[in-house]
């Protein structure tokens, strides 16, 4: 953190060591109307004493109204991303986003202005917005009371607030919360909420009511990182982003967090081993995100479904070795998946492939082909060799609203799970397509990713379902085959090379 608002002398100050600062978590909406934000032109301008107070009608609202209630608490210092960060500087900007988790996590308290639906609606109580003291009470007896409590989560599910990616990394990463909603303040920390519901004898803050926030059950009380990443994605999914760029920047502090707790490490927000995580999504009926590459979350709009396999997912095992293709070279990216050799027990469909690289070094992924020309610089390609099968599919119905055994189209929206079906017409699978655009009466391809033994002792093979742009794979859609390998293929599965985007 470089810069801070000096709430004295009313200027942009670098950070002085040690100090004790204020966070200010707001939604932005329109930034095209003048509002004053810091330029490399007016550095040197705003750095001088006075000089917000020179500018204070082009400063929206909220912001005004931070810097005033900052200053009643008794802190000197406030960060508002507007005024500290260059806004016209890319690499301080992509390097500040990166870390912003550590700012919010760092400040004394961060207010968390989650009424309006920009930075000009101010909060309420503050400046010159006044809010409403609403007296939720009804006596039933001489001295005793009843009220009703408006927790807090529910309330901000309702906002503007609430749909904002950023706002939610802020809200999960600060220590101390001042949010204002609902004509009134509550106090959140980790693990509890206050709220300041009514008022009773003339005394405000009479009545305090504590609630466990949402936010404290995939951070700090997860069972594991399965479910602390699952409820991370649900948590996220619905959220927006105004540019594609920031789908991955605006949760890097959360899974910075989530890194540091379970020590796992990740590609492009997803785990490692990529064997158990690239099967984790399926993403229903939403778009590709430009920018981002198919195999992660970050690479579909909307929202999420996190799916969850019927066998425990540590028993999935790989025989791949992943490789991420960057500027800088090929280099193992998945040192967690231990491969081994692939153990299919009817090893005679491999005749047509006598040369499938099971544990691939790293000199024949150099000398394979020419992939420099296949670089992406938004994001690393995924290069792996694996078995690729052509499988035909059947039936679908969305996850969630099937009916009587769910064969029937239902409605529009959902992920779509679909039948594998062998050559003799029998189910030996099924896959859960990522979106709508993908043509079922045509044969599709598939790469094998990772097999276990289900809970009935059988082998089952996992599998993302490909569509290929060139040279380079797109995933479409996850699934698992159940039956015999065999009888599930249309044509003799080949070993090939997969680069994946």
Known sequence: MQRVVDLQEMSIIKTPKNCEYATLSYVWGDASDGRLVLHSENMQVLEKSGSLTKRWDDIPCTICDAITFTQRMGYKYLWVDSLCLVQNDETEMDNAMRRMDLVFRKSSFTIVAATGEGAHHGLPGVGEIPRKCNKSEIEVNCGICLTTI????????????????????????????????????????????????????????????REWPRRSLFLTDASSFDDAFRGFLEYYGVRE??????????????????????????????????????????????????????YSWTGWTKSLQVYKFEHPAKNMSTWIVWYCLTEKGVFVCDSASRPHQLTIPDNEFLSNAPN??????????????????????????????????????????????????????????????????????????????????????????????????????????????????????????????????????????????????
């Open 150 to 209: 408006a927790t807090l989560d529910p309330l901000l599910d309702k906002t503007k607030y609430a749909t904002r990616a950023w706002t939610m990394q802020e809200q999960l990463c600060g220590t101390r919360l001042l949010v204002f909603i609902n004509d009134q303040i509550y106090f959140q920390r980790q693990k509890a909420t206050w709220s300041e519901e009514t008022t009773i004898s003339n005394r405000p803050l009479a009545a305090l009511h």
């Open 241 to 294: 982003v105004s540019k594609s760029q920031d789908a991955l920047r605006a949760a890097s502090g959360v899974l910075r967090r989530l890194s540091e707790k379970y020590r796992v490490n990740f590609q492009h927000g997803i785990p490692l081993p990529l064997h158990r995580y690239l099967l984790l999504l399926s993403s229903g009926a939403n778009k590709r995100r430009e920018g981002h590459p198919s």
């Open 356 to 501: 499938f690289p099971v544990v691939t070094p790293i000199q024949e992924v150099h000398s394979a082909a020419p992939l420099a020309a296949m670089l992406c610089k938004e994001y690393d390609l995924l290069v792996f060799w694996t078995l690729y099968i052509n499988i035909r599919l059947e039936d679908y119905y969305h996850v969630g609203k099937q009916d009587h055994g769910g064969t029937r189209p239902m409605g529009d929206d959902g992920p779509l799970r679909h039948r594998v079906i062998d050559t003799d017409g029998n189910v030996s699978g099924f896959v859960m397509l990522d979106n709508h655009d993908v043509d079922t009466q045509k044969p599709q391809e598939i790469a094998l990713i990772s097999e276990a033994k289900s809970r009935r002792g059988r082998k089952e093979y996992y599998f993302l379902l490909l569509d290929w742009n060139g040279d380079i794979a797109e995933r479409r859609g996850v699934g698992s085959l159940s039956r015999s390998l065999k009888e599930a293929f249309l044509l003799q599965p080949v070993g090939k090379r997969i680069i994946l985007g």
